[in-house]
């Protein structure tokens, strides 16, 4: 039997890998068009660098209003990508894993904001968490709380805008996840919340950092939702998108320079995070 | 950002790119001012880059242009008057620049780019937008510094913004408003959504939303009146057809237009 | 799902009855699983039978992973699952423990916190945990590697961490799934010995579920022969071996198998061919003789052989140190040659034989 054994359970051994072998050439019509997409994400950047007056930056850098816009952007961006984390994996997890009725729409729904023109967006909370809106009257008569206006405002207008990015990467990575893991928790006398908490979430932890960069990337960038749900003042609600707008009213220069702060700071910070926390796992 | 105006200058950048590239220069025309004369030879396509206070008045007008002038056809680019100046030195088609500032106008001109001097053909005066029924009782400036009152401007760095400073600095008013639009359109939304008790915008806009808001006249504005001046530009592919547009603006039929939407006719 | 009133944990209750008493059905589509299983603490029970017989399927009911469609499963005198009356208990709620195929080590987790995991969840603290845990580890002789990840260990020394992990909370019912599948065949070897002493010594059920008949020899007390969802045969090694029931399990021993009406000595196959026999019998009945038994020659032999036919070869494999000839025919069979003798009978595919089994080389038993 065991001489059986060996024949079927024999798979030839040694069959040569191809994977990475050296030399082997990238077919140009690949290459190509990958490298025409590369120019036009980075030439604009060019431009944006090129444009940019060196002379003067360091005054422009010192004018105060810079700081309290970037500050207010780093701030907002990060608990809008906060927010989204506490709810969105949670949504995130709802529709990779529960089967209810209805969730196809559900998922299309959570795609809205991400088709919905950001300033319609505003203008959709505004409905909702507004003076007039169906639960902000109510939550300004019986809490005091007003939102439009007001630095949650912006939070909110950001989260509503970047939350979708969340959920889709997550739902992707829960998908891709493999099951038999939460199972074997299971026999080892894990509920689903402890399974959720102990197995599921570092499992798919690589896709929820991805999926909370991706986030605050956007949550950074948020222009139309939030001049039109929260305003524009400075300190309270114009963060940097809303400065660079403001800046190409008057001076190119100047929204050049708001420009490349910005880009600078979230590419640091993107860059500094990838290495600690993306890539270690 | 998704700003559409970030957008329209990205591809304005765009443009010029590619008008530096042909090699395409403005043909020069010369200055022969308005008139009949040169009414008559308008064909083709007029570009008309006009600021967004204009839509609704500047539509009915290049309608009514094609009408007095058959074969042309004029097509609008409505945005704020200063991504209009920035697009226009960048190199993008325009044949008219119809400015809400004569600030955006001087962007425009100091670049050399304008044909000849911009005529002022309308003010526009400032007028407190309050929500129909006006339930603040808001009479003038002074009532919108009284407490749980909210308050929209314009940006400084937008005409209605500047306008609105002048007013207020010259009737000594100190107001805190909730937010500083991006321009007088979003001013007027805010009022019209409930979510600011009022608002500082030209007497036209609130003329145009007159089902939502009622616009209240303060002595204070009469100090920051917004001139609008027009030019035809040295660029212009239509240059005939330009200086006809012009000329219909500053007509009679065009005043009576322009007044009607609450313009000022200097 | 309803959990059951009081949460087995039972190992050592005093209890008399069979440690496992199911009886599981399981539907799935077009496929139905109906099998009854009975272990006695202590015992091992494989359960065996080609791919897609419904072993797995059977494991993960066990498990509390696919939900009986009927039948119902106690441990240790409890119900865990009875659907007639809406009973049926969560994974995390059974007293089990699962090896599985992978082995299913959470990436995440050291191997001391794989171990610990169950323990924790089980209720001990941390500190406690992980010494429990340390223990596990050094008793299945991984004491140096419970600071590893997972991605860090051998194909076998996972398999230790996991059986580790699937003993340390006491399961009552202890299930492997193809423990020793995804190890290379030297490490199947030595993991299959290190496995048996574990099983050996584990005091509750164990059900071991598994394609490879060797596998199945040295680790179980008892087997069980699953085919197309239903049992086929059941019983100790030597029965099955000795008494294969159906074409899968004479393959899986070895043997030629047929099936017949006994007449005394004889046998009479569907085929009208008669197989003589040594073993006298009447009725339906079973006829094995091993390959080894079969005797090729160039003409029609003369010899003492009672059971003498013609022959076509129609494959020729190695088989350890001999030569596989199967042969088509009246009867279809395997023989095994020596090489000296394939080089003499010059044996090539297509080429007639007459073939040759002393009746006291078979064995006739009851259907």
């Not at chain 2, 950002?1 to 200058?9: E, G, K, N, P, W």
């Not at chain 3, 190890?183 to 579920?209: C, F, I, K, Q, S």
């Not at chain 3, 004889?266 to 009208?272: E, P, R, Y």
């Amino acid at each position: 039997m065991t001489d059986t054994d060996a024949v079927v359970a024999g798979r030839p051994e040694g069959t040569p890998s191809r994977r990475g072998t050296p030399g082997r050439q990238v077919p140009a019509a690949l290459l190509l068009p990958a490298v025409l997409g590369l120019m036009f994400l980075v030439l604009p950047l060019a431009g944006l660098l090129i444009r940019a007056p060196w002379a003067t930056l360091p005054q422009r850098l010192a004018t105060p209003g810079v700081l309290t816009a970037l500050r207010l952007s780093l701030q907002c961006a990060t608990l809008a990508t906060l927010l989204c984390l506490a709810l969105g994996v949670p949504l995130a997890w709802l529709l990779a894993r529960v089967d209810f009725p209805g969730r196809r729409l559900v998922r299309a729904l959570v795609t809205v904001p991400l088709v919905l023109p950001p300033v319609v967006g505003g203008v959709a909370l505004l409905l909702v968490f507004g003076r007039r809106g169906l639960l902000g009257g109510w939550l300004d008569s019986t809490f005091g709380i007003t939102l439009p206006f007001t630095t949650t405002g912006v939070v909110l207008a950001e989260a509503f805008v970047a939350m979708p990015f969340l959920i889709i990467a997550v739902e992707g990575a829960l998908r891709g996840a493999d099951r038999r893991y939460e199972e074997a928790a299971a026999t080892l006398g894990a509920g689903r919340w402890t399974t959720f908490t102990h197995v599921t979430l570092p499992l798919v932890g690589p896709g929820i950092a991805a999926g909370a960069v991706l986030c605050w990337a956007r949550a950074l960038g948020e222009f139309g939702a939030t001049i039109t749900f929260a305003g524009n003042y400075p300190g309270t609600t114009q963060t940097m998108p809303l400065a660079v707008y403001l800046a190409l009213e008057t001076d190119l220069d100047a929204a050049i320079v708001l420009s490349l702060i910005l880009l600078t700071v979230s590419v640091a910070i993107l860059a500094g995070l990838r290495d600690r926390w993306i890539s270690s796992t | 950002m998704t700003s559409h105006r970030i957008r329209a200058l990205l591809t304005a950048l765009a443009v010029s790119a590619l008008v530096a590239a042909t090699g395409c220069g403005g043909n020069d025309t010369t200055g022969a001012q308005t008139g009949a004369s040169a009414t008559a030879g308008a064909t083709g396509t007029v570009n008309v880059f006009a600021a967004a206070s204009l839509t609704e008045t500047f539509t009915k007008l290049g309608k009514d242009f094609e009408a007095a002038h058959p074969g042309t056809r004029v097509k609008f680019n409505f945005a704020g008057s200063s991504a209009l100046a920035t697009q226009i030195n960048q190199g993008a088609p325009a044949d008219v620049f119809a400015s809400a500032a004569p600030k955006n106008m001087a962007t425009v001109t100091d670049a050399g780019n304008a044909d000849g001097a911009p005529t002022t053909f309308v003010k526009n005066q400032l007028v407190i937008a309050v929500p129909k029924g006006n339930p603040n009782g808001v009479k003038d400036l002074a009532d919108l510094t009284r407490p749980g009152v909210k308050v929209a401007l314009c940006a400084e760095q937008v005409p209605c913004g500047a306008a609105a400073k002048k007013a207020l600095d010259t009737g000594g008013v100190e107001l805190t408003p909730v937010t500083l639009e991006q321009d007088v359109k979003a001013a007027l939304s805010k009022v019209k959504l409930g979510e600011v008790d009022a608002a500082l915008v030209y007497r036209t806009d609130a003329k145009a939303a007159a089902a939502d808001v009622e616009g209240i006249e303060f002595p204070e504005s009469a100090g920051a009146v917004n001139d609008y001046p027009i030019v035809a530009l040295k660029g212009a592919r239509n240059a005939a057809g330009a200086k006809a547009f012009v000329a219909y603006v500053l007509s009679d039929r065009g005043k009576a237009v322009l007044t009607e939407a609450g313009f000022q006719v200097p | 799902m309803t959990a059951v009133p009081e949460p087995v944990t039972a190992a050592r209750k005093p209890f008399n009855g069979p440690m496992l008493d199911a009886h599981l059905v399981v539907d799935r589509g077009t496929f139905r699983l109906e099998v009854a299983l009975r272990i006695a603490a202590g015992e091992v029970v494989a359960l065996l039978g080609p791919n897609g017989a419904g072993k797995t399927t059977a494991l993960r009911a066990l498990a509390g992973l696919q939900p009986l469609t009927d039948g119902h499963l106690a441990l240790a005198g409890g119900d865990l699952d009875r659907p007639e009356r809406r009973v049926w208990t969560p994974p995390e709620d059974r007293p089990i423990g699962v090896v599985f195929q992978d082995y299913l080590l959470f990436p995440h987790l050291t191997a001391v916190d794989n171990v610990a995991f169950g323990l924790r969840r089980r209720g001990l603290d941390r500190r406690a945990a992980r010494a429990r845990a340390e223990t596990w580890l050094a008793r299945v002789g991984l004491a140096d590697h419970g600071r590893r990840k997972p991605r860090q260990l051998s194909g076998g020394q996972a398999q230790r961490v996991a059986l580790a992990r699937a003993l340390a909370v006491d399961p009552t019912l202890l299930l492997l799934d193809e423990p020793l599948a995804a190890l290379d065949a030297r490490t199947r070897l030595d993991t299959r010995a290190e496995l048996h002493r574990h099983l050996t010594a584990h005091p509750g059920a164990t059900l071991l579920v598994t394609h490879d008949p060797l596998d199945a020899l040295v680790l179980a007390d008892r087997l069980v022969i699953v085919e197309d969802g239903r049992v086929v045969q059941e019983g100790d090694a030597a029965t099955v071996t000795a008494r294969p029931r159906t074409d899968y399990v004479a393959r899986l021993v070895g043997l030629n198998l047929y099936r017949g009406r006994a007449d005394g000595h004889a046998v009479h196959l569907a085929d009208t061919f008669t197989l003589a026999c040594a073993d006298r019998l009447d009725g339906d009945a079973f006829v094995v003789f091993p390959p080894t038994a079969v005797a090729l020659h160039p003409q029609r032999p003369d010899g003492s052989a009672r059971n003498t036919w013609p022959a076509t070869i129609t494959g020729i494999q190695r088989h350890g140190d001999n030569l596989r000839v199967q042969l088509a025919g009246p009867i279809t069979a395997a023989a095994d040659v020596t090489p000296a003798a394939a080089a003499h009978l010059q044996l090539t595919p297509g080429q007639q034989v007459w073939a040759a089994v002393k009746a006291t080389e078979t064995q006739a038993y009851p259907a």
